[in-house]
């Protein structure tokens, strides 16, 4: 998992979540509260990409700095005259050329196997999404190569929008838990997801402030 994905996404996002949400878990949380009052309202927008593309994104982001996959991206999208390449196109172009990118052999297939389950149906629009709960997207989309849950628990957050999502396997979160809790070491995903039950039904904006938390606490190390 490269940790910079939601890192890099974070700092992108514009505009305000409802207010409501952190003051819900501030009575939910009082000791979340705290660090909700620590770093202010919610920036969380997500981004009105459909899930094929938003998916394609986050492979080529695997393992690499931002500037990095940027400059990947640019020259994968250059290869196409569309605004981002279709499944259609993707599955048109041969390995090599996808390699010739800057895209790894493994990323090449993953980014093509993605194009094919948009293709067949396997990966949902934005629209098909609507029908479907985070629990039936992940499982979805987890039979893609190069796909695991945590790409899909960013999917739902930073795409999809949906509200009640904890990716309890992100370094980040656990990171952020654990420096504002004063803990000695990182609360297992299990522990995690017990002690997150009770911000439900937000644990999206819960996420985001830890994320934040986290970065908060390194600024001031």
Request: charged content about 30%; hydrophobic content about 40%; proline content about 8%.
């Amino acid at each position: 998992m490269d940790y910079d994905y939601p890192r890099i996404i974070l700092s992108q996002k514009v505009g305000k979540m409802p207010e409501s949400c952190a003051d819900e878990l501030t009575k939910l949380d009082p000791k979340l509260g705290r660090l909700i009052t620590k770093i202010g309202p919610c920036t969380l927008k997500p981004n009105p990409q459909q899930p094929y593309e938003a998916l394609v994104r986050a492979v080529a982001y695997q393992q690499l700095h931002a500037k990095a996959a940027e400059a990947i991206l640019a020259r994968f999208v250059d290869l196409y005259d569309e605004k981002f390449p279709s499944p259609d196109s993707v599955l048109k172009t041969p390995l090599p050329e996808l390699r010739a990118v800057g895209l790894s052999e493994s990323k090449a297939a993953a980014i093509r196997d993605i194009a094919r389950g948009a293709k067949e149906g396997v990966v949902p629009s934005r629209a098909d999404c609507r029908k479907l709960d985070d629990e039936e997207i992940i499982r979805r989309l987890v039979t893609l190569r190069g796909v695991g849950r945590w790409t899909v628990e960013m999917l739902l957050i930073f795409t999809l929008g949906r509200p009640d999502v904890l990716p309890v396997d992100d370094f980040g979160i656990r990171e952020g838990f654990r420096l504002h809790w004063k803990l000695e070491k990182q609360p297992t995903p299990k522990e995690l997801r017990e002690y997150g039950a009770r911000w439900s039904p937000f644990r999206t904006t819960a996420s985001w402030y830890l994320w934040r938390g986290l970065e908060l606490y390194r600024r001031q190390e």
